[in-house]
């Protein structure tokens, strides 16, 4: 059973457009849940992590929320760039240590056209 | 800067054939993992490592065997390649704290292709 549902599948914007990637989840404990940025043949990059019951962080023009009590978290991304195309994956940490599971979702696939 | 090598990055072999992928990291991290993506799938565990010669199974590991004999380096082989296991295998190190605010890096993937 998937434990981490992200939507949309893909996602086309134009150049300069925000666009928000949703996570829902079911992992319980949820320590934690990490963003990530797959481009094509490449692997994962980390975004950003979200610790808090109700978290927010920001990276450039990446920001993301976090709320545990619904399970569910936002990426938000502003003024997208030709770059930001790339596949989006939600991750989330059962532990604060390396001996726990990551639970990843199948990921947001964003096509940013010009 | 740290880097970690996945060798190598594309593998072709015969259905029925042993099969080994290496990876290499220079950040001195403990922990290491060998993760398996399936197109449409999140990512999935086969092995980790959270030390040299220590090895822990993950949810996927009937079919493979894996080697942690440096702290630097972790491999992973296909016992017996079958076509239903064309993939990308992802290696990723991490502190020990890496499951949450640590440091968490991924190589750059090793596509399989079996015919």
């Known amino acids: 059973k998937t434990q981490v549902e992200q939507s949309p599948q893909s996602l086309v914007v134009r150049q300069g457009e925000n666009c928000v990637l949703q996570?829902?989840?079911?992992?319980?404990?949820?320590?934690?849940l990490r963003w990530f940025k797959q481009d094509t043949g490449k692997g994962l990059v980390s975004l950003t992590v979200l610790v808090d019951q109700k978290d927010k962080t920001s990276n450039g023009r990446y920001s993301a929320t976090l709320d545990k009590d619904a399970k569910h978290s936002t990426l938000h991304i502003t003024a997208t760039l030709l770059d930001d195309t790339a596949t989006y994956i939600c991750v989330v940490g059962d532990r604060g240590s390396a001996l726990g599971r990551l639970h990843f979702g199948a990921g947001t696939q964003l096509i940013v056209i010009p | 800067g740290g880097i970690i090598t996945q060798t190598p990055k594309f593998l072709i072999g015969q259905e029925g054939q042993k099969l080994t992928l290496k990876c290499q990291q220079n950040?001195?991290?403990?922990?290491m993992y060998w993760y398996r993506q399936d197109s449409g799938k999140g990512l999935r565990l086969i092995y980790y490592s959270i030390t040299e010669n220590d090895l822990q199974k993950g949810d996927l590991s009937e079919g493979y065997d894996a080697s942690r004999e440096k702290k630097s380096s972790f491999s992973l082989t296909v016992t017996s390649a079958q076509k239903n296991e064309m993939a990308v295998f992802l290696c990723?190190?991490?502190?020990?704290?890496?499951?949450?605010?640590?440091?968490?890096?991924f190589g750059e993937g090793s596509k399989l292709t079996v015919l």
């Open positions: 990723a190190s991490s502190t020990l704290t890496g499951g949450s605010t640590g440091q968490l890096y």
């Open positions: 950040f001195n991290h403990d922990t």
């Open positions: 996570c829902n989840y079911s992992v319980t404990p949820d320590n934690h």
